[in-house]
């Protein structure tokens, strides 16, 4: 911080450390600051308000040149037509528009090359809107700008080049730009290139989208018309907000307004704090501007349509699913048996190769039809490393098998995973494993360094981590003394970032589906490396969540609704983050319940205290007295947020670091979670197949403060 006095009245001019450039009377009043003017830029923790009856309202104006501050035609601010959205103008034209705001708190962006999180958040404070963002810890210089281009960029100081690097800007793609693609038209980014499609039900209104899309058959007032569902859009332009509507009252708005088009409802209870919680959208005549996400993300918007038209695309499908399903049954099975005779070949192969001697550049494994950028070590190699699998090595062993530590040729230390035969683990699994964590890269995932496989034994090479596990050092009573809290916290916001990478910021989205704290290794300086992945699912595409009549995992950790229904998404990784992050914060094991009398489970017990008033109690008593009390009690009320029963009350990774990052961050009141028992289950660090119904559930009906 900078400041420069006069001697006359006292008053001063201060540069804060954030950026701030503020006038300050002797009384430490601010009579001006250069963040209620922002020109072209905005700096992290600036607010930039977006209601046009703000007293502070102001648009970000873009620069006339690179070389010239002269104000241009480009402006972006909040629309004056509604406080819900953010526009950039060129002139008195939309040049760019972003949907509608739906309630979300915030909107986390992750930047590979620098491992930094930038999270961009939306509040309501007094029924008026502001923009704002933050960055995480140890990140490069940050800012926002509206280039001179109309362009609005996120950019960040590369240290290396002595220059700004941008990391994503707006809009992208082309046909993003505001009705580009015509009324009823929309921008599909999920097409490997971007490109205009007409919307369900609709058709080109000439050769090209310039004219937008027509309808194929016309509308019928009079109950003849029926909604059609279309997920992960972005919302249109020109909608009329309808206030205190709830989800039925909305689709009623609709249906009986026969120049009603379509709709669309969100709950804004998480983000605003007005009286109304909720939001009605309508739209009365053309949608203009609107566009369908990549990532999943987006809303439902329900489109108004002929019946005959519904009704038609639904025959369609019926007559196309069970063809595309036939076709694909033949297509396994034929998989399979080419599969299985390559297989028998394989295995014939490698048992003729080993009949003699070992040879080091063997490559006869199970991944030979997979592209994988991993070296392959010779069994051979590997027992000279580990002394022969000698239990003077062993790092640890489970249900999977047992973890022994090696020194590779040239002195490297490396901890070899060693599949027991019994783990359940087999060929796919091990692929799956091998595939995955092969093309992951991230500070917070275990590094796989190289794999093996001879006859039946199937090995996985990983960086030698000389902590070891979480558990043993959170469950120990002699060494948890260790996990201070500052430590522990490192450690959550850790596992944290890992989970958004897998689930938000890879190439794959990636469900972990074993989390728990045995499968977070700790390296020397005590950070968290996410581990096995052998039952970890891949969702392509716009997948949000999958059933498997298969439940793997570890009891007590596994969400509700995919322990007793078998369907997992990222929000089930979120319930097993929650569960670790009660265990660390108050050194209970998940399967404590004989340590917490009248529990049945330690997030059971987690909420008793919380809806109480006494979380305290719930610290472990080696770091209680030494640890900022707001901040642990944060973390239990984060962790009750994400073990919920509803799978959509639970917060996204994004969202769960961005409340770890930022202590002002407003957190959601939890709904009491559902708690089961465990009764015939002896499933202490090890994988089984569960079933389990709903008599094995034990749910109390409390009220949550």
């Not at 793609?173 to 609709?202: H, M, Q």
């Not at 699913?321 to 076709?327: D, G």
């Amino acid at each position: 911080m900078n400041n420069f006095t006069t001697g006359a009245t006292g008053t001063s001019a201060v540069l804060l450390d954030s950026g701030n450039f503020v006038i300050r009377l002797p009384n430490s009043t601010d009579i001006w600051q250069s963040f209620h003017y922002p020109t072209d830029t905005i700096l992290p923790g600036m607010q930039l308000p977006l209601s046009t009856d703000d007293d502070l309202y102001t648009r970000l104006v873009a620069w006339r040149g690179p070389d010239d501050p002269a104000t241009s035609d480009y402006s972006m601010g909040g629309d004056s037509s509604s406080d819900l959205q953010v526009v950039i103008w060129n002139g008195t034209r939309p040049y760019w528009r972003r949907a509608a705001w739906d309630g979300a708190l915030v909107t986390a962006l992750y930047q590979s090359s620098t491992g930094f999180i930038m999270t961009q958040t939306t509040v309501d404070i007094g029924g008026k809107f502001y923009l704002t963002f933050t960055v995480s810890d140890g990140s490069p210089s940050t800012r926002l700008i509206l280039h001179y281009t109309g362009m609005f960029q996120f950019l960040a100081w590369n240290s290396t080049s002595s220059s700004w690097n941008v990391f994503i800007e707006r809009p992208n793609p082309s046909c993003d730009r505001y009705a580009y693609c015509g009324p009823f038209g929309y921008c599909d980014a999920t097409e490997t290139v971007p490109k205009c499609n007409c919307l369900s039900g609709f058709e080109p209104d000439g050769v090209n989208f310039s004219q937008g899309c027509r309808r194929k058959e016309e509308l019928t007032c009079g109950g003849g018309d029926s909604f059609s569902t279309l997920s992960g859009m972005k919302t249109p332009d020109k909608f009329v907000h309808v206030r205190n509507r709830s989800f039925d009252q909305c689709e009623a708005e609709c249906r009986n307004n026969c120049a009603c088009t379509a709709y669309a409802f969100s709950n804004m209870k998480n983000g605003s704090t007005s009286s109304d919680q909720a939001r009605c959208l309508i739209w009365l005549g053309e949608l203009v501007d609107t566009g369908k996400f990549r990532d999943g993300s987006g809303e439902n918007l329900y489109l108004r349509l002929a019946s005959s038209t519904v009704d038609r695309e639904s025959n369609v499908l019926k007559i196309a699913l069970p063809v595309i399903a036939s076709i694909l049954i033949l297509a396994c099975i034929s998989l399979a048996w080419i599969c299985k005779s390559r297989g028998k070949l394989r295995i014939k192969e490698t048992k003729n190769k080993y009949t003699g001697q070992l040879s080091k550049n063997s490559k006869s494994n199970e991944l030979e039809n997979e592209t994988i950028e991993l070296p392959y070590i010779c069994f051979e190699d590997v027992v000279t490393a580990t002394d022969n699998f000698s239990d003077y090595n062993m790092l640890g062993k489970g249900g999977f098998g047992k973890v022994d530590k090696g020194r590779l040729e040239g002195g490297n230390e490396v901890a070899v995973k060693r599949l027991s035969k019994s783990s359940g683990q087999g060929a796919d699994e091990f692929r799956n494993e091998v595939v995955l964590i092969a093309k992951l890269q991230h500070r917070n995932l275990v590094r796989l360094l190289g794999y093996c496989t001879h006859e039946d034994e199937k090995l996985l090479l990983y960086e030698y981590l000389p902590n070891k596990s979480l558990d043993t050092f959170l469950f120990d009573a002699t060494r948890d003394s260790v996990l201070d809290w500052p430590t522990r916290f490192k450690v959550i916001k850790g596992i944290a970032r890992g989970l958004l990478y897998l689930h938000q910021d890879s190439r794959l989205t990636i469900i972990h589906r074993d989390l728990k704290a045995s499968n977070v290794l700790l390296d020397a300086e005590m950070n968290p490396k996410i581990s096995d992945f052998g039952m970890a699912r891949i969702f392509g595409g716009n997948e949000q969540q999958a059933n498997t009549i298969c439940v793997v995992g570890t009891y007590g950790y596994m969400s509700p609704e995919y322990a007793m229904e078998g369907s997992f998404s990222v929000k089930s990784d979120t319930y097993s983050f929650g569960v670790l992050l009660l265990e660390i914060v108050s050194g209970l094991k998940i399967s404590s319940s004989n340590l917490i009398m009248d529990f049945p489970s330690l997030i059971a017990y987690a909420w008793s205290l919380w809806k109480d008033g006494n979380a305290r109690k719930l610290v472990d008593s080696s770091i209680v007295e030494n640890c900022p009390l707001h901040g642990v009690l944060r973390c239990i009320q984060l962790g009750l947020l994400c073990v919920q029963d509803d799978p959509d009350a639970r917060p996204l990774m994004s969202s769960t670091v961005f409340m770890l990052e930022n202590e002002t961050a407003p957190l959601p009141t939890p709904k009491e979670p559902v708690y089961f028992r465990k009764r015939k289950y002896e499933i202490e660090d090890q994988r089984d197949n569960v079933e389990i119904s709903l008599n094995g559930m034990t749910m109390t009906m409390q009220e949550g403060r």
